[in-house]
């Protein structure tokens, strides 16, 4: 927190305060294993809420994954590896942490926010309180995982280089696997780039 601007503390100081004025916030903590299922179906609600339902992305967009992230709360319930956070204003949930931990680090799988709470930054605002109570317990590390979004870099500026390895057989189908992600993909993206940059800043 003492790397972070001055003008980010500042911002979130004043929507905190603005929030407040609706009713009393706190950040409501889900573990016990019995919460989890109607927990999760109201995190996953708000992850849907904003953009990513809008885009397809969220998690309830497809059943496949929504039973995934289901089961897998489930499981890490079981194994005390799990925290469903969700920040609250007058009782009511309006941004969501799907968060899972190990003895010194956490690992944020799933964040979302009410879009009707937009302006108070809601999201910012559960990370900022989770933080503090991470600093707090003696956690070491908040991995965010990911790509480098640049939201990411208002909290921190140390990024963690990772590199993919692609495996493909020697068969057609794999050959043509290949030659559509690293031969006609980045093609694909160039064209895109030159003829309309913001469409490339939304899909990169």
Known sequence: MSRMKGSHRYNL????????????????????????QDAIKDGLRIEAAAWKGNQGTAILSDVDV????TRLADREADLE?????????????????????TRDTLYPVKIGYDPEY????????????????????????????????EWK???TKEIRAHHWLYLF?????PRVLH?????????????????CPALARRIS
């Open 118 to 149: 937009h302006i108070y930054s809601p999201g910012n605002m559960l990370l900022n309180l989770i933080l503090q109570e991470a600093c707090a317990k003696g956690y070491k590390e908040y991995d965010f995982l990911g790509a480098d979004d």
């Open 153 to 155: 870099f208002d909290w």
């Open 179 to 195: 030659w559509l992600k690293f031969s006609l993909s980045p093609r694909v993206k160039q064209c895109i780039s030159r003829c």
């Open 13 to 36: 100081r004043k929507r905190y305060e603005r929030l407040s004025k609706i009713g009393p916030v706190d950040v409501e903590v889900v573990t016990d294993r019995a919460a989890v």
């Open 81 to 101: 590896n799990l925290k469903l956070l969700f920040l609250r204003v007058g009782g009511r949930r309006i941004a969501f942490s799907y968060l899972l931990y």
């Open 169 to 173: 057989s020697n068969r057609l189908r």
């Open 66 to 69: 929504t039973t995934f992230y």
